[in-house]
């Protein structure tokens, strides 16, 4: 089983920055992805950042130059700092893994339980 454990969300103004961080932790062979979602109430939940383990990264074009994804591959931690937050952020960020058990399994996708941005006008 993997764990993910998120932490940095809070209320800031708009302008204001955050920083999320999510380290996972258990058992397992490979983490091939990880990255941050978000919902906000009514929404459907929306890929805001993924960064793909030795290669790339995607943003959602709405952060785009205002939000960057960042590993710690030796601690097994996704980042994302946020800077010029904008009400329209205010959402309830999930932390997502890919992960693979063993060698022989197909990557499965891990969830955290959410930190919740509030950004006030």
């Known amino acids: 089983q993997v764990q993910l454990a998120e932490s940095g969300g809070g209320l800031v103004q708009a302008g204001g920055s955050l920083r999320l961080s999510c380290a996972a932790s258990?058992?397992?062979?490979?983490?091939?992805?990880m990255g941050w979602y978000r919902q906000a109430p009514g929404n459907e939940r929306e890929l805001v950042a993924a960064?793909?383990?030795?290669?790339?990264?995607n943003y959602a074009d709405s952060v785009k130059g205002r939000f960057t994804i960042s590993r710690d591959y030796a601690k097994n931690t996704v980042y994302l700092q946020m800077n010029s937050l904008k009400p329209e952020d205010t959402a309830l960020y999930y932390c997502?893994?890919?992960?693979?058990?063993?060698?022989?399994?197909?990557?499965?996708?891990?969830w955290g339980q959410g930190t919740q941005v509030t950004v006030s006008s």
């Open positions: 960064s793909v383990t030795g290669g790339s990264t």
């Open positions: 997502n893994a890919v992960v693979r058990a063993t060698l022989r399994n197909k990557a499965v996708d891990y």
């Open positions: 258990g058992n397992f062979f490979s983490i091939n992805v």
